[in-house]
């Protein structure tokens, strides 16, 4: 027998993807109250189609965790039957496509957050830059342990690397923090995506780059721990993720948020 949580997870996906046609774009889902406290919007579909359907200068803040073009695979074994690969995740013009589209969507005097890794790093960086975006720093994501790898030939990393970026100038919320970012990582057993970002970095990282209901948009969402930190803050969300079977989990995360803080879920036609 399903569980109420698993009902009204399939309640809200079965519903979401009956209105695919309208968007052309995949399922979208919003969030509401009886009074409204922050509009969610969860799209599934290719980022890079999606993104020119937005309207220019429509969000406060890019925060986001692209693939990071290593054609990652997995090194665990435990992990390997659960998570394969990352979709895109090869070098290539997309890169310059999502920089310049987020660039566009932003608002003037915003901020961007886009995870990395040290060896593809350099084309994120020009990417940006090219797309007009100031690059501030590079902050350091410090994991309280390392990963696998290279076990005997390699140091364990453990560091993300995210780089900060303006578009225009925008001021850091609250006291000055270093670029030194402390935040444990997530126990591999209770990971839903195989690169899911821990949701309280990413609630630091909002609180010091927006206000309460400004717009949060992170178009490779993975298993919405971007709209669960959004939710958190207070913050309204726009997500876009390729893989239904993340977003799936997203929505169950975003619905026990919501259950125990009397929300609900509903489609934009209900
Ligand atoms: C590094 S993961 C993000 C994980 C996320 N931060 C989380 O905590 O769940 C990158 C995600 O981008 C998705 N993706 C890859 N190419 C995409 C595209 N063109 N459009 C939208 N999503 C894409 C992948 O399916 C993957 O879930």
């Known amino acids: 027998m399903k569980s109420p949580e698993t009902d009204g997870i399939s ?21 509401a109250t009886e009074k409204v406290r922050f509009h969610g919007r969860t799209i599934q579909g290719d980022c890079l189609d999606i993104m020119p359907t937005l309207p220019d200068q429509s969000v406060d803040l890019v925060l986001t965790d692209p693939p990071y073009a290593i054609n990652y695979r997995s090194n665990r074994r435990v992990l390997r039957s659960r998570f394969d690969f990352i979709e895109n995740d090869m070098p290539g013009d997309w890169i310059d496509i999502f920089a310049a589209e987020a660039y566009r969507l932003l608002k003037q005097n915003r901020h961007l957050y886009c995870f990395c890794r040290h060896d593809t790093y350099p084309l994120f960086y ?31 990393a453990r560091d993300e690397w995210i780089i900060y970026a303006h578009k225009g100038r925008r001021l850091l919320r609250g006291k000055r923090e270093d670029n030194i970012l402390e935040f444990p990582k997530i126990h591999t057993g209770s990971l839903l995506h195989p690169t899911q970002k821990p949701v309280e970095l990413l609630r630091f990282l909002m609180r010091k780059s927006t206000d309460g209901g400004e717009v949060v948009f992170d178009p490779y969402a993975g298993v919405l721990s971007t709209a669960l930190a959004a939710v958190e803050e207070e913050r309204d969300f726009t997500m876009i993720e390729i893989n239904r079977e993340y977003i799936a989990k997203g929505l169950k995360r975003l619905m026990n948020v919501e259950r125990s803080s009397h929300y609900e879920f509903e489609t934009p036609d209900d």
């Open 11 to 31: 309640t809200v996906s079965t519903r979401a993807s009956a209105r695919q046609a309208d968007l052309n774009a995949g399922s979208s889902i919003r969030s």
């Open 126 to 156: 020009t990417a940006f830059e090219r797309a007009g975006f100031s690059l501030k720093r590079t902050l350091i994501w410090v994991k309280n342990n390392h990963g696998s790898g290279d076990l005997q030939g390699d140091y364990a």
